[in-house]
Structures are given as structure tokens and as C-alpha cells.
């Protein structure tokens, strides 16, 4: 229920019981409501009811039953399991019985229910192997019952024929041992006779579709549903919603399951089979009015399948075997009678067989331990039944029916006013309409209905149904539930027949027509036939007949009589069990989902008595919860039962409702409970509960969220520091190994450096590999990077002396390699010179030094500046290298600007046109310089002809690369000196002077006064 006041809204009222009125059109709109959205269970307080949504719906599987398993019945949406399970939970905690009423009328879904039932206990009771076939056992008598007590009708495809009551038994621990069935008034009357639309019970087409050729043989049938009077009245033999092949291998699986060997198998088909053939019995008239046999071939096959003489079964369905005193006379039948007699067999061969049928299912199913054990008893029964003509059939069932309805109110009231009592309220008496009258109308003992049917079907001389009729208007005359045409007023006599009785049943009137009465609740059988039968050596024929006949030799006993001893027991023994109820109703006749007929279902809730229902559960208050229930729900509601009622729970109930402001009236507080009258004070408090919910909601997740948070983050710094202590350990145990690994390298260097001058050890020569490879490796890096470069050479350490020296001699030899492979032959010529040069001049004269970089040129004086005078004089002398120079005289030291023209033979000094002197190579004595940085050259020449000019001092810009070039075009490498000091000359042949040498601020030539040539050269700069 607090499930229901929770969706109330959005789904119509889960809980009739909380319906602000209790009318019926709000009780049908509520149920349309919630089955236009598939709800189709709606709770009357604990009563289920169901609504047939004649469609799948996905709400039987596993998971559906794992949510209910267990679940307080009022938490969940209505569902036919929270019922199961609350019923089972209930029996086991109270250890005491129970039963669960399913009625509605045909179609509406009650074995449908049943079964669902059924396998929520198989699915979730626990269970062992052995049980389980316990467990398969019970499952699967459902489809052989209903092969044999179903059949399709115009309301139902799969109508079941006679009402079933299933106990399954439980031991202490819940577990399902063992089942028992009880079954109800078959509707034999449909062996022989089906209405139009309508079949005979589903195991004759089974056999007929689906046998196998070889057992069709055996039994003499033909695969032909056609071909059997018993099967075509009702001109519908096929059904597109059923599939009876699939069915008789259901049902052949299904009884190996309940222990049904081949020979019982093969006796039980045999039986089936001969109705078949009954039916294609025929008579004919002779000529004295008497019935005689048609053909023979069908009664053989029954007397065969049957195991009984031809003979006598020809006797006994042609003639009446009258024992009259001592003797025994054979009267023989019209053929309407040979007829009846036929059918008569037919219905009580196979009515027997079914009761047969049954009892064996219980004998496979029984549970033979003596242990004590509860039960859950499963009433599958057929609800009220109104038809256009009403006939026997109709008035036990709707008999039955009223005997129900008096048990739910005996119970019902009585569990009311027990629990009344036990809570210390005083009982008010509740207006609803009580139908023991009804109850009494038909079964008091000689006063009632089927008394006086029994007295008419036992009195001898001629009763009819319609002297039953009039015995009934005599004896009923004026019982308020009874009428007749005779007895009815003038307007409703125009509403019935004469023939006719109609009863005001506690769901409404319903008229019954007398024909058939007697017939029926006789259901004759003669004497001659029943013996025979009992000789039959199928053994459950004559099982079957034997004990119908030491049950009737006691005393025969009407149908009527036998039903109504069955309902007492069944009430006697229903009483003491505690009720669940299921109502089922049908949303539509033709079978169709979504569609909900609101006459159909406003008729049906009339005649379930729904409405009766509901007034009795709401006579006195709507709604009760224990104490400790209601507080734990509401006690949000008020500051003072908020959070915590340290109290007594009634207290804090009372405080609650004091706090909401309950009026006197409306509420009673019991020993346990309170009990609140009107569903709109409970809706009250249930909206104030669902505004104060979304605040505590917020609260509550709000601290929720705090608390994850925190203990979220409590265990990331758990996990962080332990990571953290990990990996510390991680790193101080490499740390230390690395320590360890160094240790022992440095004591190992140590070693190896202190023993390295000695004999080879490991240590040692470990060392000096290592000395030696970091030698190689730092001298690879630091290599000098030109030949020039003398001074980086690594110093090696000892051992590697000798081999540095090759490396560095190899190394100096590549550069120079590499060098020398690198230059044009220019350049290499050039060097040549240099190198000349080098080896006169380098350490000698200051200003070399910055002449090395100087490259020099071929010739300073190109050709063309060469008067051409000059270079015809000298054609034939080669031109090897002109310069220009200051040539000094020798007298006076002036200088002159001339041209030096080198041929292979002579130096010629130019002035113009003009060869000033030509000095051949021969007779260039020597040749002088100075140590310092001037340009000054001496040619010191040979004089021994006063004619020839003395010594010749010249200044030249490019001292060098002429000297160079001089040596080499003359060959006097050897004749160049370089001078400190003075330089002595000959000015002519004897004459001498001098050219000094000094070092000044500015570069001077001039005279000196000792009449010698000064030169003041610069300093030289120190590189
Ligand atoms: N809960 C359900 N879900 C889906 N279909 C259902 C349900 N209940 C009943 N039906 C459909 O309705 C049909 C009739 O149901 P069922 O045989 O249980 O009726 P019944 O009340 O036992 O009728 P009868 O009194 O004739 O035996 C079923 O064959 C099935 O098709
Ligand atoms: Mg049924």
C-alpha cells in the first residue's frame, strides 16, 4: 500500500481500499485506467484482482520473481507474485495452511493464474534434486489435466471443464515435497455433446492429429477428426490458437513424467479411443420399434479397447436388464433410449477415467513422509456462470460460487473481527449483504433445492422436471430469492417461461430452466452395463467402475448431492486455512488485447461481488499499520518523532498524530496498531510526507555525498602514502645496491690502481682497461684539430705512452694527409716557396713572421707596365718576376723608383726605357738583410772592374717573395745573410760605406752624418 500511495497518481490507485468513493464506476474507471498501461493486478487490501490482458506481458520472468521474492507485500506495484510470496512467507514464519482462491468467469484467466503461481514456487522455493522432480511432477500435470478436463468453448480456447484444487506441501524449511489434487464436477455432458463453436475435451483431437500411425492402427481410428460423431457437433475440430500435435507430444512428455508406464499409457488411450467409437455407434429401429445395431465394426473396437465381451455390450446397449424378483428380464430400448444408454457409457467411462486420472497424479505426486508439513492450496474454480438458457450445469456452479462467497465472508469478517478484538477496538457492525440465505435456499437438508431435486429423482412414479418444479414453487413459495413464472408478479412473469425457476444470487438473478434437471442429477447408468464394465480387463476401466460401484452400493447419490458433499468438504477444510484471493476479469468477449469492455467488466465486478468486497474491507477503517510501521514512515512529519522516538512507538504515533492535526474520529490507536477510517486523511499525510521527502532527500544526499567524498579521498591518501612508501623502498633498495655495486668498483679501482705496475691481476688489468679505455675516450674528444697544433696532445697516463706517440704520429700524418690532399697545385707551389722562404728567413728576420700569410704572386709588374724597349733588349732572356724598388744611390743614398725585372740570367734594375744596371747571377756575391722589419736589400756584387757599379741597396715592399723568387731563379738560398747591425757595402771597388739599422717610433731612410744610409725600421709587434 505505501507502494500504491506513492504511484498513485500516475497510475490510477494500486489499492481499491484507497478509493475516496467507493463506487462502481470508480472502481471500473480506476481499473481502466491502470489497464490501459499494461497494470493490469489492482489490490483490494490483500485480494488480488486480475484483469486478462490477452497478451504477453514481460512481467512472469526471473527477474520479476527475484524483485518479489521476499518483498513486504505493499512495497511493490500489485503483482499475482507479491501475493504468492507473501502467502508463503506468512506460512512459513506462522507455520500454519493456506489457500489461494482463483474465480472468474471462463476466460478470464484463472488458470492462467494458477499457473503462474505454480511456477513461482518451482522457480523460487529452494530446492534438491530430489525435490525438483517433486517440483516437475506438479508442473506437469497441468498439461495432462488439461488435455483431459479442457476443451475450447465459445468464451475460452482452452476452457477447463471441472474445478481444481491443488495443495502443494511444504516442509518446515520451505521446501515443496508434495502436491495433491482435488478435482470438481467434469462437464461430462460434453463427450456426447458440443455446442456449435465449440470442441470436445483436447485429448481426442491430440490422439487423432498426433498419435502415431502404428498406435492410431492399434486403436482403430482414423486420422480423421471428421469421421467421429463425438468430435464434429460443434462443426470446429480445428483451432488456429491451438496446435494439438504439439500438444500430444506435450502431453505424452508430461506423463512419463508423472510415472505413466507404456501398459497404462496404451489402457488410458484405449479408453480414449473407445469413447470415439461409442460415438460412431448407430441403432436402428426393427420392426417392432426396438433398437438394434447398425453395424458391428465400432462396437468391436469398443469391446476390444474395453476388454469386454461384444456380446454383452451389444445386450447392454440395446436392452435393460429388470430384475424382478428372483429373476432377471431383458426389455429392450427404443432407439432413443439405446442412444442414451450409448452416451451415458461414454460420459461415465470417460468422467471415471478422469477421476482416475487424477488420483493417479496424486499418487505420483504424494509426498510419503510422515514429517509435518503446510500447504498452499491452489482453487482454480469456475466463477458465475449466466447464460441465456441456465441449466443444471450453471446452478452448481453458481451454487458453488455463493458457498464461496459465504466462506470469504465468514473468514473475511471473522479475520476483521478478530483482529478488532485482538487490537482492543470495539467492533462496528458493517452493512453488506450476508448470502447465507441463498446457501440455505439451496442446500438445507429437506428443505433445500437439491433436496427436493433428490426426493423427485428418488420418488417413484412419473417426476419430471417440470413436477420438480412445481414441488419447488411449493416448497419455496415465498423465500425472497426465489420466483417462478407461476409465482412472479405480473412483470416479471413476463420475463420468464414456464418452465423456469430464477434465484437472486448474491451477484444477481439468474434464471434456470427445469429441462434436464433429473436427468442430469441422476446421471443413470444401467445396471447391466455397470456390471460389465466392472468385468473389463482394461484395467482402468474396471478400477474405475469397481469403486464406483462399492461407493454406490452404499447408497447412490445424486450429482447434486455428491456436489454439494464436496463443496461442504472443501469449505469444511478451506475454513480452517488462511484465504488469499485472486479475482479475475475479462477485458472483452472476443479475446483481444487492449480492448476493456466496461459493461463486460461492470458485470463482472457485480458478479465476483467486488463492490461486497470492498465494503467489507472498508467497513470499519481504510487503512492499518503497526505502530512501529506507520512511525518509520511518517515519522519525518513531525519535530518530535524526527529523527529518532526514543518512546514507546504508540506514543510517537500519537504524537504524529496529534502533530498533524488527526481528529478524534478519524483515527483509532489499537494494542499494536492505529487504524485510520478514510484514505483522504492517509493521503493527507502522505503528500506532506512526499514535499518533506524531497528535502530530507537533499539532506540526505547531501551527506551522503560529504561522507563519500571524504571517505573517497581517505582512501586515495591511504593509497597515495602507500604507494609512496613503496616506491621509496624501491628507490632506497636500488640506491643501495647502487651504493653497494660502487663500493665494490671503487675498492676494485683502488686496487687495480695500486697494483698497476704489477704483474697482471684481475684487478689490474680491469683498471688499466678502464685507464685505457677513458684515455682513448677523452683523447678521441679532444684530438687537435690542426697540424699546427702542437701542444693539445693528451698527456697519456703511463701505460698508454708508448701507443699515444704512435696514435699521435698517426694522427699528425692524417691531418697531413688530409691536408696535403686538400690543396690545389697553386697552393702547393706557393708553399714550396714559403718554405723557401721559411728556411732563410723564419727566426731571423722580425718582420717573417707576418709575411707567412702574405701569398705571393707571380709577378708584381705585369708585362704591359714593362716599357717595351726594356722587354725587347730582353726578349731573349726569359722574364721570371718583376717588383717594383727604391733603389738608393751610391752617392748621396738618394732614392730612385725602378723596376727589378728577374730574367734566368740577371736582375735588371728599369727606370723606364732605360736598363740601369743589369747584375747577372754570377756575379751576385751576396745578398743582405737586416734583422728588423724594414725593406732594405743589399746586392753585394762581385767588383773587381772599378767600372762596374758597387753594391746595390734597394727597398722593397715585397722583401720576401722577391728574395723567395731571387734564390730560387738563381740559386742563392746560400748567399742570403741576415744581418745584425750594419751592412756593410761597396760603393765601388774599394770604396766602402755602410747602411745601419735601427728600431723607431716612425720608419726613417736618410743619410746619416757619418755619410752612411740610415734606416729606422719599426719595432715589431709581438704577436
Ligand atoms: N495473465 C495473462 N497474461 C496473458 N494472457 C492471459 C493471462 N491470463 C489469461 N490469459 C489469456 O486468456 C486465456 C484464458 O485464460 P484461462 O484459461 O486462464 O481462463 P480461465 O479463467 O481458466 O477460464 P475457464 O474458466 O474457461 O477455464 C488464456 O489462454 C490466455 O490466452
Ligand atoms: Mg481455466
Not at 502415431?212 to 475440430?237: F, I, K, P, V
Not at 442414451?340 to 493417479?360: E, H, M, P, S
Not at 468477449?589 to 463492490?611: C, N, T, W
Not at 715592399?957 to 734564390?967: A, C, G, I, P, Q
Request: hydrophobic share 35%; aromatic share 10%.
Amino acid at each position: 500500500m505505501e507502494g500504491a500511495l506513492t504511484a498513485r497518481d500516475r497510475v490510477g490507485i494500486q489499492d481499491f481500499v484507497l478509493l475516496d468513493e467507493t463506487t462502481e464506476a470508480a472502481f471500473i474507471s480506476n481499473l481502466k485506467k491502470r489497464f490501459s498501461k499494461d497494470l493490469i493486478y489492482t489490490y483490494i487490501g490483500t485480494l488480488l484482482v486480475s484483469v486478462n490482458p490477452y497478451k504477453e506481458l514481460d512481467i512472469y520472468n526471473k527477474k520479476q520473481m527475484d524483485i518479489y521474492m521476499g518483498v513486504n507485500f505493499f512495497e511493490l506495484p500489485p503483482h499475482i507474485y507479491a501475493l504468492s510470496d507473501n502467502a508463503y512467507h506468512t506460512m512459513l514464519t506462522e507455520f500454519n495452511n493456506h489457500f489461494i482462491l482463483i474465480s472468474g468467469e471462463s476466460g478470464a484467466g484463472k488458470t492462467e493464474a494458477s499457473k503462474k503461481i505454480l511456477q513461482y514456487y518451482a522457480v523460487s522455493c529452494p530446492s534438491t534434486n530430489l525435490l525438483n522432480t517433486v517440483r516437475d511432477k506438479m508442473l506437469m500435470s497441468n498439461p495432462v489435466l488439461e488435455a483431459f478436463g479442457n476443451a475450447k468453448t465459445l468464451k475460452n480456447d482452452n476452457s477447463s471443464r471441472f474445478g481444481k484444487y491443488m495443495d502443494i506441501q511444504f516442509n518446515s524449511q520451505g521446501d515443496a515435497v508434495g502436491g495433491h489434487i482435488l478435482n470438481y464436477l467434469l462437464e461430462k455432458s460434453r463427450v456426447v455433446h458440443q455446442n456449435h463453436g465449440e470442441r470436445n475435451f483436447h485429448i481426442f483431437y491430440q490422439l487423432v492429429e498426433g498419435g502415431s500411425d502404428d498406435l492410431l492402427r492399434q486403436l482403430g481410428l482414423e486420422r480423421n477428426c471428421q469421421h467421429y460423431n463425438y468430435l464434429t457437433q460443434g462443426e470446429c475440430a480445428t483451432v488456429p490458437s491451438i496446435n494439438d500435435k504439439n500438444d500430444w507430444k506435450s502431453v505424452k512428455n508430461a506423463l512419463q513424467i508423472i510415472d505413466f508406464d507404456e501398459m497404462i499409457t496404451n489402457h488410458l488411450f484405449g479408453v480414449v479411443a473407445s469413447v470415439l467409437h461409442l460415438g460412431n455407434v448407430q441403432f436402428d429401429t426393427d420392426s417392432k420399434g426396438r433398437a438394434i445395431l447398425d453395424k458391428n465394426t465400432e462396437l468391436h473396437w469398443v469391446s476390444n479397447l474395453l476388454d469386454v465381451d461384444a456380446h454383452s455390450l451389444q445386450e447392454g446397449l440395446t436392452f435393460r436388464k429388470i430384475e424382478a424378483k428372483m429373476d432377471q428380464v431383458l426389455s429392450p430400448f427404443t432407439v432413443d433410449h439405446a442412444i442414451y444408454a450409448r452416451d451415458a457409457l461414454a460420459k461415465a467411462i470417460y468422467g471415471q477415467t478422469f477421476t482416475w486420472l487424477v488420483n493417479r497424479i496424486n499418487d505420483s505426486m504424494e509426498n510419503k513422509d510422515s514429517a509435518q508439513k503446510t500447504v498452499i492450496g491452489l482453487l482454480d474454480i469456475y466463477g458465475f456462470e449466466v447464460f441465456y438458457v441456465n441449466s443444471f450445469e450453471q446452478f452448481c456452479i453458481n451454487y458453488c460460487n455463493e458457498k464461496l462467497q459465504q466462506l470469504f465472508i465468514q473468514l473475511t469478517l471473522k479475520s476483521e473481527q478478530e483482529e478488532y478484538e485482538a487490537e482492543g477496538i470495539e467492533w462496528e457492525p458493517v452493512q453488506f449483504f450476508n448470502n447465507k440465505i441463498i446457501c440455505d435456499l439451496v442446500e438445507e437438508r429437506h428443505r433445500g433445492i437439491i433436496s427436493i431435486l433428490d426426493e423427485e429423482c428418488l420418488r417413484p412414479g412419473d417426476a419430471t422436471d417440470l413436477t420438480f418444479l412445481e414441488r419447488l414453487e411449493e416448497k419455496m413459495g415465498n423465500h425472497p430469492h426465489f420466483v417462478t413464472h407461476k409465482l412472479a408478479d405480473k412483470l416479471t412473469r413476463k420475463t420468464l417461461e414456464r418452465g423456469d425457476f430464477r434465484l437472486l444470487h448474491y451477484a444477481g438473478e439468474v434464471t434456470y430452466c427445469v429441462v434436464g434437471f433429473l436427468d442430469k442429477n441422476n446421471d443413470l447408468l444401467y445396471r447391466n452395463i455397470k456390471d460389465l464394465m466392472c468385468q473389463s480387463k482394461n484395467a482402468i476401466v474396471r478400477e474405475c467402475f469397481a469403486t464406483m460401484e462399492t461407493e454406490n452400493k452404499r447408497r447412490p447419490e445424486t450429482v447434486a448431492t455428491q456436489f454439494k458433499c464436496s463443496l461442504l468438504k472443501l469449505t469444511e477444510m478451506l475454513m480452517a486455512k488462511e484465504a488469499w484471493y485472486i479475482r479475475c476479469l475479462k477485458s472483452n468477449e472476443s479475446k483481444k488485447p487492449g480492448q476493456f469492455d466496461d459493461a463486460l467488466i461492470r458485470h463482472q465486478v457485480k458478479y465476483l461481488g467486488l463492490m461486497e468486497h470492498l465494503r467489507v474491507r472498508r467497513a470499519g477503517f481504510a487503512y492499518r499499520r503497526k505502530y512501529e510501521d506507520f512511525l518509520k514512515r511518517y515519522k519525518p512529519l513531525c519535530p518530535a518523532t524526527w529523527p529518532h522516538w526514543r518512546g514507546v512507538p504508540a506514543d510517537g504515533v500519537e504524537a504524529l498524530a496529534q502533530h498533524l492535526g488527526y481528529l478524534p474520529n478519524e483515527y483509532k490507536m489499537g494494542r499494536t496498531k492505529i487504524f485510520i477510517r478514510h484514505p483522504r486523511t492517509l493521503y493527507a499525510t502522505e503528500d506532506a510526507f512526499e514535499k518533506c521527502k524531497h528535502d530530507l532527500a537533499t539532506r540526505l544526499q547531501a551527506k551522503y555525498k560529504g561522507y563519500r567524498a571524504k571517505g573517497e579521498f581517505r582512501k586515495q591518501k591511504e593509497a597515495a602514502t602507500k604507494i609512496e612508501t613503496c616506491w621509496r623502498g624501491v628507490q632506497a633498495r636500488k640506491e643501495k645496491e647502487k651504493r653497494a655495486w660502487a663500493v665494490k668498483v671503487i675498492k676494485k679501482f683502488i686496487k687495480g690502481y695500486m697494483t698497476r705496475g704489477q704483474a697482471k691481476t684481475t684487478d689490474n688489468s680491469e683498471y688499466l682497461a678502464f685507464v685505457r679505455q677513458s684515455y682513448l675516450n677523452r683523447l678521441r674528444n679532444n684530438l687537435p684539430k690542426t697540424v699546427l697544433d702542437k701542444t693539445t696532445w693528451l698527456t697519456p697516463p703511463p701505460v698508454l705512452t708508448e701507443t699515444s706517440e704512435i696514435l699521435r704520429e698517426l694522427h699528425y700524418r692524417l691531418m697531413v694527409r688530409k691536408y696535403v690532399r686538400g690543396i690545389t697545385p697553386q697552393r702547393k707551389a706557393q708553399l714550396q716557396l714559403k718554405l723557401v722562404t721559411s728556411s732563410i728567413f723564419k727566426g731571423k728576420k722580425e718582420s717573417y713572421p707576418q709575411s707567412v700569410p702574405q701569398p705571393f704572386l707571380d709577378t708584381r709588374i705585369s708585362d704591359q707596365e714593362i716599357n717595351m724597349r726594356i722587354l725587347q733588349v730582353i726578349r731573349n732572356e726569359q722574364i721570371k718576376y718583376s717588383v717594383p724598388v727604391i733603389k738608393y744611390d751610391r752617392n748621396g743614398f738618394k732614392p730612385r723608383p725602378r723596376q727589378l725585372i728577374l730574367t734566368q740570367t740577371a736582375a735588371y734594375l728599369i727606370e723606364e726605357a732605360k736598363i740601369k744596371q743589369r747584375v747577372l747571377y754570377t756575379s751576385l756575391k751576396g745578398i743582405s738583410v737586416s734583422n728588423l722589419t724594414d725593406g732594405i736589400i743589399v746586392f753585394h756584387i762581385t767588383c773587381e772592374d772599378p767600372k762596374q757599379k758597387g753594391d746595390l741597396v734597394m727597398q722593397c715592399d715585397h722583401l720576401f717573395e722577391f728574395l723567395t723568387k731571387l734564390s730560387i731563379i738563381a740559386n742563392k738560398q746560400n748567399a742570403i745573410s741576415v744581418v745584425q747591425g750594419s751592412i756593410k757595402i761597396e760603393i765601388q771597388a774599394g770604396k766602402e760605406s755602410a747602411v745601419d739599422f735601427s728600431t723607431g717610433q716612425e720608419p726613417m731612410v736618410y743619410k746619416a752624418k757619418n755619410g752612411h744610409l740610415m734606416v729606422v725600421a719599426n719595432r715589431a709587434r709581438t704577436r
